[in-house]
């Protein structure tokens, strides 16, 4: 594997921060052999594969006020074998007392199917990212130094959840 990345932040006005970024990833080299289990030097399947994806995205923190901040984002990536994808993901921050904070949070995401996954892939389904829609509602408190409570809630949505099915030959 190669690949790496590049970001850039500005500060655009006074209360606006943006941070520009790309990466890239080139899996080159993807190998899966299969063995005998009688004859451990026979091969009996052999995959090869390579694997290249890239993204860019764009985030920006804006200070409505000295305690309230809005911080909003959208990320593209292209995989290959699969559609590309945008998800975005925003929050508002407020601090209603100094130490404390109080977050709520929507986001999008996505998960490619990994070499395994795509060699076991039945020809007969197109591969697709698995997606989660995320909604959160989160306070913390500063407690002491090394202290800190936190009250969690959310919802997640998950589409087309990859998982592996077992092979009706018995093969795998």
């Known amino acids: 594997m190669v690949g790496g990345g590049i970001a850039a932040e500005q500060d655009v006005v006074e209360k606006l921060r943006l941070t520009l970024g790309a990466e890239y990833r080139d899996d080159f080299r993807q190998e899966r052999k299969a063995f005998s289990e009688d004859k451990p030097d026979i091969i009996i399947g052999e995959n090869h594969r390579t694997a290249q994806n890239h993204g860019v995205f764009l985030n920006g923190e804006y200070t409505i006020r000295t305690n309230l901040h809005l911080n909003a984002g959208a990320r593209y990536d292209?995989?290959?074998?699969?559609?590309?994808?945008?998800?975005p993901r925003?929050?508002?921050i407020y601090?209603?007392?100094?130490a404390g904070t109080l977050k709520a949070i929507y986001?999008?995401?996505?998960?490619?199917?990994n070499f395994f996954e795509r060699n076991l892939e039945s020809h007969a389904?197109?591969?697709?990212?698995?997606?989660i829609t995320t909604y959160?509602?989160?306070?913390?408190?500063d407690i002491r130094r090394h202290f800190r409570a936190?009250?969690?809630?959310?919802?997640?949505e998950t589409?087309?959840?990859i998982s592996l099915q077992p092979d009706p030959a018995g093969y795998s």
């Open 150 to 156: 936190t009250l969690d809630g959310y919802y997640n």
């Open 107 to 113: 986001g999008t995401a996505f998960r490619a199917p």
């Open 159 to 161: 589409d087309d959840l």
């Open 78 to 87: 292209q995989y290959q074998d699969v559609d590309p994808t945008a998800n």
């Open 136 to 141: 959160e509602l989160l306070y913390q408190q």
């Open 90 to 92: 925003v929050a508002l």
């Open 95 to 98: 601090n209603p007392v100094p």
């Open 125 to 131: 389904r197109a591969l697709v990212l698995q997606t």
